[in-house]
């Protein structure tokens, strides 16, 4: 999987969530998959899935309430 296959499956999940409330958040994990931040391109580079990225910024958003 190229990386830009990978950061489309991760909007994909992004915008298909479910757990979170609000647009803001979702369209602000976007910009930061397309804009290479966030630390999204070294999360492809250590082999992370999508899915396992994207579930440990759900872990994250819990964490923090």
Request: charged share 35%.
């Amino acid at each position: 999987m190229t990386y830009e296959e990978w950061q489309l499956k991760l909007i994909r999940l992004i915008v298909d969530e479910k757990r979170v409330k609000g647009s803001r958040f979702k369209i602000e994990e976007i910009i930061c998959v397309l804009n290479d931040d966030c630390d999204y391109p070294q999360a492809y580079q250590d082999g992370e899935l999508p899915e396992e990225v994207w579930q440990g910024e759900i872990d994250a958003i819990r964490d923090s309430q």
